[in-house]
């Protein structure tokens, strides 16, 4: 859920979180007071003292959120459902700073599920950011990659960041620019 309100927060406490944009990983102190500017897709960014830091969905408790829950399959579960799985957890990854999901923002070019002789899966993904200088690239890289590898049966996700063909708006859906006022 988003908010353009900010919700007050307490560390209960001591917590791992990226440093936004910088990505620098630091420890945030049981009793640090912040305040959460977005939670969304199960990770939430939350300011304090000046600066955006992003608390991951398993280390929600830590900001007095439930944690989230790793996807589920059936047994029995195709291919095509391990596809909307991946499709679904990459639209939980979200560039802290725009509240919209990387899938809507058109960030994924491509993305192959290969199934193993033994049944695992593995996952290639290739991604890109709204600009190639955005420092929260490796983030957002890990981001896709843990996620879809909480998916059971996928073994590896190789996610590969490429700036080629260049982002620009016009890959955005139609979603992304009404959520971004691009479109009225």
Same mark, same amino acid.
């Given at each position: 859920?988003?908010?353009?309100?900010?919700?007050?927060?307490?560390?209960?406490?001591?917590?791992?979180?990226?440093?936004?944009?910088?990505?620098?990983?630091?420890?945030?102190?049981?009793?640090?007071?912040?305040?959460?500017?977005?939670?969304?897709?199960?990770?939430?960014?939350?300011?304090?003292?000046?600066?955006?830091?992003?608390?991951?969905?398993? #280390?929600?408790?830590?900001?007095?959120? %439930?944690?989230? $829950?790793?996807? @589920?399959?059936? !047994?029995?579960?195709?291919?095509? &459902?391990?596809?909307?799985?991946?499709?679904?957890?990459?639209?939980?990854?979200?560039?802290?700073?725009?509240?919209?999901?990387?899938?809507?923002?058109?960030?994924?070019?491509?993305?192959?599920?290969?199934?193993?002789?033994?049944?695992?899966?593995?996952?290639?993904?290739?991604?890109?950011?709204?600009?190639?200088?955005?420092?929260?690239?490796?983030?957002?890289? #890990?981001?896709?990659?843990?996620?879809? %590898?909480?998916? $059971?049966?996928? @073994?590896?996700? !190789?996610?590969?960041?490429?700036? &080629?063909?260049?982002?620009?708006?016009?890959?955005?859906?139609?979603?992304?620019?009404?959520?971004?006022?691009?479109?009225?």
């Amino acid at each position: 859920m988003y908010s353009h309100t900010s919700q007050p927060c307490t560390f209960e406490r001591d917590c791992d979180v990226v440093m936004i944009p910088s990505g620098d990983e630091v420890v945030l102190p049981a009793g640090t007071v912040g305040y959460i500017t977005q939670a969304l897709g199960g990770s939430f960014t939350v300011f304090v003292d000046g600066n955006l830091f992003r608390v991951a969905g398993r #280390d929600a408790d830590a900001i007095g959120k %439930e944690p989230v $829950p790793p996807p @589920e399959l059936p !047994d029995d579960a195709s291919d095509q &459902d391990v596809e909307k799985l991946v499709w679904r957890q990459m639209k939980t990854c979200y560039d802290p700073e725009i509240p919209v999901d990387i899938v809507e923002l058109g960030l994924i070019y491509r993305c192959e599920i290969k199934t193993r002789s033994d049944g695992r899966r593995d996952v290639c993904i290739e991604m890109t950011l709204t600009a190639p200088g955005c420092g929260m690239g490796d983030i957002l890289v #890990d981001d896709v990659r843990s996620k879809v %590898e909480l998916i $059971p049966t996928v @073994e590896n996700a !190789d996610v590969e960041l490429v700036f &080629d063909p260049p982002w620009n708006q016009s890959m955005m859906s139609d979603v992304a620019k009404l959520e971004t006022g691009l479109l009225y």
